[in-house]
């Protein structure tokens, strides 16, 4: 009698088990699927993106200055990251920004410089000018060629934006945060006088007021060199701020922003590809052209130092692994 009483309240215990295990087995295979579907319906967004922003370049996949093109999955490689003034979405406007990063993939390791938007460079068929100038009067292909020419280096992928997406990326992500070095009143985006007014210390900047922070150079007593300073930390913030859980259902309208309002020549493959340099975002190296304020016919140009130019050029080439060549050929010069 004792036993039947036993196997009787196992008996009931298991019927009570089965319920319970079922509940669990449904929901972890509704999560899973629910995941599998979030997963894969990023997948497709990002491949959609990638696709709808890429845009070749008239050259072709190979820079005149490669033998041979380049693969972001075996080679060192070069981008040239450029921010057009313009909010159409046509991106034909001067480049209020020109960052050239390098990529060495055997160290894993980044190194980029940005070259001052007044810079006194020649632009080809329109002779000596800023090299803002380059992108306007040619679009992404002048540019990259006017570069090129100016630091002696490879371009060999390119990404190009404006204000309208970096706005929409970082109030998609809710602001940023950074450290504001001094109180300042910069114009916004529109071109607006004293419409943007920023206080000094740690705050949360919208996207507006992150574009004013990152832009702001002439009140800033180190110039462009704090301009790049102030970029450097806009960029950490944005990827500190992406890389966080709470910011996943948020990327949906980053991508469309980025539809948008960007193009570049990567593939989706060239893109995953990047993945390797993940651990190099916190410590990139940052190497700084100087030069001097100079006016021609009344119109303020910087005048770069060919050989500040030509050591830029040289350690960019040797990130890059090229052979050793002096750019000072191709130095700026005044007319």
Request: hydrophobic content about 35%; proline content about 3%.
């Amino acid at each position: 009698m004792a036993d039947s009483e036993f196997h009787t309240r196992v008996g009931r215990r298991k019927r009570k088990k089965r319920p319970v295990l079922k509940t669990f087995m449904i929901l972890g295979l509704v999560s899973f699927v629910l995941l599998g579907a979030m997963v894969g319906y990023f997948a497709w967004k990002f491949t959609t993106v990638a696709a709808d922003t890429q845009e070749t370049l008239e050259r072709g996949d190979k820079s005149e200055k490669r033998d041979v093109a380049v693969d972001p999955n075996e080679d060192n490689i070069s981008v040239l990251f450029m921010g057009a003034d313009d909010r159409d979405g046509k991106l034909q406007g001067r480049t209020d920004a020109m960052i050239l990063a390098t990529f060495n993939r055997g160290e894993g390791s980044v190194k980029m410089t940005s070259i001052p938007r007044d810079s006194l460079v020649d632009i080809p068929g329109h002779g000596e000018d800023k090299i803002a100038h380059a992108n306007a009067f040619g679009g992404t292909d002048l540019a990259v060629e006017t570069v090129e020419n100016a630091l002696n280096v490879p371009v060999d992928y390119y990404v190009k934006l404006n204000f309208e997406a970096f706005i929409e990326i970082i109030n998609a992500l809710n602001g940023v945060e950074v450290d504001v070095p001094f109180a300042f009143t910069e114009q916004d985006s529109e071109g607006n006088d004293n419409a943007i007014s920023l206080e000094e210390g740690t705050q949360m900047l919208d996207g507006e007021e992150a574009l004013a922070f990152a832009r702001m150079r002439k009140q800033d007593p180190r110039g462009d060199i704090g301009r790049g300073d102030r970029q450097e930390q806009i960029i950490s913030a944005l990827i500190q701020r992406s890389a966080s859980i709470g910011s996943i259902h948020k990327y949906d309208d980053v991508m469309e922003s980025v539809q948008n309002h960007m193009k570049m020549n990567f593939t989706v493959g060239d893109l995953v590809s990047f993945h390797k340099y993940a651990g190099s975002v916190d410590d990139i190296e940052r190497l700084q052209l100087k030069g001097s304020d100079v006016r021609y016919d009344g119109i303020y140009y910087y005048q770069l130092l060919p050989e500040v130019t030509e050591d830029v050029s040289q350690k960019l080439r040797n990130h890059l692994e090229l052979d050793e060549e002096s750019s000072s050929d191709n130095s700026a010069e005044s007319p």
